[in-house]
């Protein structure tokens, strides 16, 4: 009997052990669930801290639907919304209506990857006005890979926008100054153009007076005098007309040009400055070159100044080996080449690298403009520019450009 109270006991002992241990484990679970609750409130505290105060704004979109789901409150403070006005709404309606066209091409960039990147749309504000924004857009996805969701970051670039145009009109700006001080290093030579034929007028115009004050009066040599006064006077015009657009400040305008004939235009303006300077001007020019999407003048700029770079490199050279040679061709893909040869001094390794920076002249009295005006004008045409040396000296300087939009160029 004793023995069957002893073991009663020490089991009764055993099962409190047991609840007040088990007891301490619920409590400290509960503790432990209370603390990790507690640090994902501040996780979650901070995670929301990040999302409405990053610098950058945030839109969740339901694709299905393509409406807005969330948004962080920076959007809400660059665009002036309540967050009711935005929650629930066509992700369209957030656009202006001239990006509309790049809006739906990013969705459908998006749904066919997964991710957009850098599309630079107009984000329409409450009152009206519009902010310049770049976006990227990333799926958001489950466990199991399922589409959720799609994750639009709008970074506003008004401001690197406007830097942007304020660098351009820069660019503009100097291009023209370069033009103007061109075409006056090339005064004499346009000079001797435009008096040719305004001395040949004289002459015929006197000869003509002459013949019918002597009462020698043939109308049909006096109808060939006429019509060489009326070629002269055009051929005079045109000089000047060509100086007067290719020097006058103006916005760039691209349209579809021929290369072959912006590259016959600079010839004239270069031809009598050449037979000067005792250069010999050689033309390969390609037939049947695709035409060019570009601003007529700012290339017949970029040819001006690699022809007379090409003259400038060769004043120490012998006059019997003045050779510049021009050439036009088919590049690489769709695209169209210009090369200008010289037989001058050519340039060193160093020089390659550097020739096409800011300031950078292998001429005492340069200012290092023209080439880097010139690389900036190809480079926003979407082509490039690059020198390479001859191997019977000199150097030869080359520029590919684009075809225009849906000119093909076939294989040879």
């Known amino acids: 009997m004793q023995a069957a109270n002893k073991e009663l006991a020490q089991e009764i002992a055993h099962r409190k052990g047991f609840e007040r241990a088990l007891s301490k484990a619920h409590e400290d679970l509960e503790l432990r669930v209370e603390e990790r609750t507690a640090e994902l409130t501040v996780s979650e505290a901070r995670y929301l ?7 950058d704004m945030f839109i969740s979109v339901d694709v299905a639907t393509q409406r807005v789901t969330e948004c962080n409150q920076t959007f809400l403070t660059v665009t002036g919304y309540d967050k009711v006005d935005v929650i629930d709404r066509h992700v369209y309606d957030l656009y202006h209506r001239d990006c509309l066209d790049a809006a739906r091409r990013s969705f459908r960039l998006f749904l066919t990857t997964g991710k957009t990147q850098d599309f630079e749309l107009l984000l329409l504000r409450a009152d009206g006005n519009v902010v310049e924004v770049s976006m990227n857009v ?11 969701y799609s994750r639009a970051v709008l970074r506003d670039i008004t401001a690197k926008k406007r830097a942007e145009a304020r660098i351009k009109r820069q660019e503009v700006e100097l291009a023209h100054v370069s033009r103007l001080s061109m075409m006056g290093e090339m005064a004499t030579g346009l000079a001797h153009e435009i008096n ?20 020698k009066f043939e109308p049909a ?4 005098v006429v019509d060489r006064i009326s070629a002269d006077a055009h051929r005079a015009g045109e000089v000047i007309r060509r100086l007067r657009q290719f020097v006058r400040k103006r916005e760039p305008d691209r349209t579809k040009v021929e290369l072959n004939e912006l590259v016959k235009d600079v010839a004239q303006f270069v031809a009598t400055d ?32 690699l022809i007379r770079n090409g003259c400038d490199a060769m ?18 893909e769709e695209s169209v080449e210009v090369d200008v040869e010289d037989r001058g001094h050519g340039l060193s390794e160093d020089m390659e690298e550097q020739v096409f920076e800011a300031f950078f002249s292998s001429k005492g009295d340069g200012l290092g403009m023209g080439l880097a005006i010139s690389r900036s004008i190809i480079e926003s045409h979407g082509g490039r520019i ?20 849906g000119v093909m160029i076939d294989e040879q």
């Open 386 to 405: 690059w020198v390479t040396p001859n191997f019977e000296g000199g150097a030869t300087f080359h520029f590919s450009l684009p075809a225009a939009e």
């Open 315 to 332: 004043e120490e050279t012998a006059p019997a080996n003045r050779l510049l040679v021009i050439s036009t061709r088919r590049g690489d």
């Open 138 to 148: 990333s799926a958001v996805r489950n466990a199991d890979g399922q589409l959720l």
């Open 49 to 55: 801290d990040l999302y409405n105060n990053a610098p």
């Open 221 to 224: 040599r006096l109808a060939r």
């Open 274 to 305: 050449a037979r000067q300077r005792q250069i010999k001007i050689r033309f390969h020019l390609e037939e049947d070159l695709p035409p060019l999407q570009a601003d007529p003048i700012e290339i017949q700029q970029v040819i001006l100044n």
């Open 196 to 215: 040719q034929p305004l001395a040949a007028i004289a002459a015929y115009a006197e000869g003509a007076a002459m013949r019918l004050r002597g009462g």
